[in-house]
């Protein structure tokens, strides 16, 4: 949760319009349902002239692995809204896990750390996430008064029944289970602080400096028992799994300072490599299935300085990678530090309060934005999971008295006059993220498109493929989107779209027929738009995006020189294109059988027909060898014609040596970083 939360953020997804009158519809079985008056089909204008055209071809050679799904981390607004009367939290459960709502299948539950019941209240409401200790009165302040009294050290006991208090957090614990009695089954456990007793500072929300860490140096095996025992007792008693536990969140930021808004705690590199250590260890010991997820850093960026310096070991303890993208920059590098080393990763966390000009239920552009947030995080992470940080936001912190932004995708009072009689807001991000949790459901697979405002998702079972396509401009887009890809287009085939504007909310529209292997519409301005097109599926492999008879350059993005042989006829540099030098073509041949995104491939030189190969560092061209590993390749794009490679062996990336521009510049390999040296531009030969 980004520390929004005064300068940073408390995570808050955007903001909600209320739709009166409005009753959930149901389509067929085969169907997601969507939004209200399913039964009002509206014609899309295809008629008018001087529109812009854009041509979209989707990929299903590119496979994502199986979706997950989506959801939200619950904490604060699950702390407050927990506790409010039935009629209301189950209609705010109903519109995030149900499949008339958004049809959320993930929740993230909060294991609160807890401030001292002596602590002045200080934090955002909700923010103070009850603990699952207690502390016996004898180490209390005698007769309830703290003067001259100081609080005895080390007085938990994770052994002593005595010293937990499991009717804690009733209140999230109530939305742990309408979630999962909605059909919710994918849960995740994660930790914000230890409990104030564990902490340096004696406060949940960090240290007095920023910067330092606040577990206490001989605090890691109890910290790791207290998360462990609550994952356990929670399972058993409530009968829900948990696949992981991400003990840390947002380790590495300066955000989280004494008494701040919110829990929260500093981890360096090291010390967050010691705790998921101990919370492995003590998963073990308790025989737990759950496997450990991290670090959830803030951005792609802080997520790959923690990685880079993590062992093998704490690597290897490690069963899924977390990853926010509050900042976006270094997407692509996550990427592949989940492919080199085979984990899967979520994009665990994220909201945005910008766009528009501040709080309004009704303004598109906060939806705008947050589907282009959508739409390049998975596009360009490859995510398994996309979790909203706090789905349901506090209305009266968001108004122009306040933060004046949109963050949530509802908007509630958090501290109502009348708890039984709370107006519900949905805003424009709400229904947008109904154009994805929607349609593209978990199992289905995220396929490539050349078009960065489209994502597009297989559905093999049903033989279908969505495709979003986000407008953001304000002017109406004609697209054609090309589905030559597929080895099978029915004549039957057609689309069917739900759009979500300004004055739609996820509104089907009337079918469109396929004509000619191609979807061919007019999109609103300032709209998201889910086409579910029926009858396509499987690969044509004679139309792809890379195909195995062809010939290419590979060109260093950083210097536009592009992949060549050195004097010595083995070592790889880089050169200066030129079109008739056989020694710059390559092919790209597939050694595995499958599509997905993590087939391996062998570069072959053309002119000698031996295969670009890793020795010590340096790439080389060597004699082909199927059993080499050193010569297989993964690749990893996202639809725009650049590649990376990365090499099966070590798990590092084709790199030009010093991000260099020179003439025989040598290119070897390198831990993944989103430079552009490691980024390649894949083009057939001679164009």
């Known amino acids: 949760m980004v520390l929004r939360k005064s300068k940073k953020v408390d995570k808050k997804l955007i903001t909600c319009s209320l739709v009166t009158g409005l009753a959930f519809g149901v389509l067929a079985p085969t169907t997601s349902k969507v939004f209200a008056n399913d039964e009002t089909v509206n014609k899309v204008n295809i008629t008018q002239e001087n529109i812009t055209q854009e041509k979209i071809k989707l990929d299903p050679s590119y496979q994502h692995a199986p979706f997950d799904g989506w959801g939200t981390a619950l904490a604060w607004f699950a702390n407050i809204t927990g506790g409010w009367p039935d009629n209301i939290k189950n209609e705010l459960a109903d519109a995030l896990y149900s499949e008339s709502g958004l049809n959320f299948n993930i929740a993230r539950y909060n294991i609160g750390g807890g401030d001292s019941s002596e602590t002045i209240p200080y934090m955002r409401k909700g923010g103070a996430v009850p603990g699952y200790w207690n502390r016996p009165a004898e180490y209390g302040p005698p007769n309830g008064s703290t003067e001259n009294w100081t609080e005895q050290k080390n007085w938990w006991n994770p052994e002593t029944p005595e010293h937990w208090n499991w009717s804690a957090d009733a ?102 490599a010691k705790i998921i250590n101990e919370v492995k260890k003590q998963l073990d010991e308790k025989r737990l299935s759950t496997s450990v997820s991290g670090m959830d850093e803030t951005s792609p960026g802080h997520f790959r300085h923690d990685w880079d310096q993590y062992d093998s070991a704490i690597r290897n303890n490690i069963g ?100 039984s009689n709370v107006k519900i807001n949905k805003n424009k991000k709400y229904y947008t993220m109904g154009n994805y949790s929607k349609f593209i459901r978990p199992g289905d697979q995220v396929i490539n498109s050349n078009n960065q405002n489209t994502l597009a998702a297989i559905d093999s079972k049903n033989n279908s493929v969505v495709v979003v396509y986000t407008n953001s401009s304000s002017e109406e887009k004609s697209i054609n989107v090309d589905l030559s890809g597929f080895e099978s287009v029915n004549e039957t085939s057609a689309a069917t779209p739900y759009v979500t504007s300004a004055v739609d909310n996820v509104q089907k529209k009337e079918e469109i027929k396929i004509s000619d292997k191609t979807l061919s519409t007019v999109v609103q301005p300032q709209s998201i738009t889910t086409f579910v097109i029926s009858g396509v599926s499987g690969v044509n492999k004679n139309n792809i995006f890379l195909n195995t008879h062809d010939k290419y350059t590979i060109s260093s993005v950083n210097s536009g020189k592009v992949l060549d042989k050195g004097l010595d006829g083995k070592s790889i540099v880089q050169k200066t294109y030129d079109r008739d030098k056989e020694s710059q073509q390559w092919s790209i041949q597939k050694v595995t059988n499958g599509y997905s995104t993590k087939e391996y491939y062998k570069i072959v030189d053309t002119a000698s027909g031996n295969v670009l190969g890793v020795e010590n560092g340096s790439a080389v061209v060597q004699k082909d060898d199927e059993s080499a590993v050193n010569q297989k390749w993964m690749l990893s794009t996202y639809g725009n014609q650049e590649y990376t490679f990365i090499n099966a062996q070590s798990e590092n990336l084709l790199d030009v040596s010093g991000e260099s521009k020179e003439e025989d510049a040598p290119v070897g390999v390198w831990k993944p970083n989103a430079g552009s040296n490691q980024v390649w531009k894949v083009v057939k030969a001679g164009i």
């Open 171 to 272: 209140n999230q614990r109530w939305w742990l289970q309408a979630a999962k009695g909605r059909g919710a089954d994918t849960f995740e456990a994660f930790s914000n602080s230890a409990p104030y007793f564990m902490t340096q500072s004696g406060y949940v929300s960090g240290n007095w400096n920023p910067w330092d860490d606040n577990l206490k140096p001989d605090q890691y095996e109890n910290f790791a028992s207290y998360l462990t025992t609550v994952v356990g007792h929670l399972q058993q008693d409530m009968d829900i799994e948990f696949k992981t536990l991400s003990p840390i969140n947002e380790p590495n930021t300066g955000f989280w300072k004494a008494k701040g808004k919110q829990e929260g705690s500093n981890w360096s590199p090291a010390s967050q």
């Open 320 to 419: 899924r990678l977390n990853v926010h993208t509050y900042n976006t920059g270094d997407r692509i590098a996550v990427r592949d530090i989940a492919k080199g080393t085979g984990k899967p990763l979520w994009m665990s966390e994220n909201d945005l309060g910008h766009g528009g000009d501040g709080q309004n239920h009704e303004d598109i552009r906060p939806g705008l934005a947050l589907s282009e947030r959508i739409q390049a995080d998975i596009q360009q992470l490859e995510p398994k999971a996309w979790v909203a940080w706090q789905a349901i936001e506090d209305e009266v912190n968001m108004d122009p008295q306040h933060e004046n932004s949109n963050w949530g995708l509802m908007q509630v009072d958090f501290a109502p006059k009348d708890p």
